[in-house]
């Protein structure tokens, strides 16, 4: 079945430590989407890509980085930098039509806390 | 930038009463409208999603929505609630670059 796989699950990182966030999906979508999910604060948007080696920056990229050299893969580095990094990062994925209602595709989400 | 309110963070309705969970979007946006739901530790499942064929479009789990262009709403409901359906659920719109925005959702929580 075609569909979006995170990992790990959970995640754990020590102080001044990078940790790099997996997503893989298999639904031939161009484009996917990192967001970070806090209690009571919905989904923001850090990263999105709409193409092989292009992404923007989403709300909140600050302490984020990410690459996209394959179309079936969007990984996401949390940085030292980011001194707030506990919570729950979900990955998504869309086609690129743009006046059509096609939706996004979620992952199984990780929970990344602070050692 | 588009926007998404979802009133009411948190919706408590007994088992077998009605739920209706309130989205209203802003007006410059074209009609891609979804509603997902989250369950706990896990990503969201979308439940529908706005087509132009009807204004009440029905979803999974005996969900339902219905789009009021005059209003710029677009509330989910469901006539007898289940304790299966206890999770947090998002409103979303789609703008034409492609880009999602999500309201800040609703826990709905069923009492027996």
């Known amino acids: 079945d075609g569909g979006i796989t995170q990992s790990p699950k959970y995640l754990f990182r020590k102080e001044g430590q990078n940790v790099t966030l997996s997503c893989e999906q298999n639904l031939n979508h161009d484009a996917m989407y990192w967001y970070r999910q806090d209690p009571g604060q919905g989904l923001r948007l850090i990263y999105y890509s709409q193409i092989v080696n292009d992404f923007q920056k989403g709300d909140i990229a600050e302490g984020y980085s990410v690459s996209r050299e394959k179309k079936e893969s969007f990984p996401l580095t949390v940085t030292s930098a980011q001194k707030n990094p506990t919570a729950f990062y979900l990955c998504?994925?869309?086609?690129?039509?743009?006046?059509?209602?096609?939706?996004?595709?979620f992952g199984d989400g990780t929970r990344l806390s602070i050692l | 930038a588009q926007s998404v309110t979802q009133l009411g963070s948190h919706v408590s309705v007994s088992e077998g009463a009605l739920v209706l969970l309130r989205c209203n979007y802003s007006s410059s946006v074209p009609p891609y409208l979804f509603w997902y739901v989250q369950y706990p530790n896990q990503g969201l499942q979308l439940l529908l999603k706005y087509t132009s064929a009807a204004t009440l479009v029905k979803g999974i789990n005996g969900f339902e929505a219905e789009f009021k262009k005059s209003e710029t709403s677009f509330h989910l409901t469901k006539p007898s609630a289940h304790m299966s359906d206890a999770a947090e659920y998002f409103c979303?719109?789609?703008?034409?670059?492609?880009?999602?925005?999500f309201g800040s959702g609703t826990k709905l929580n069923v009492k027996p």
């Open positions: 979303a719109v789609k703008d034409n670059f492609n880009k999602f925005y």
């Open positions: 998504a994925s869309s086609s690129t039509g743009t006046r059509d209602n096609q939706p996004q595709h």
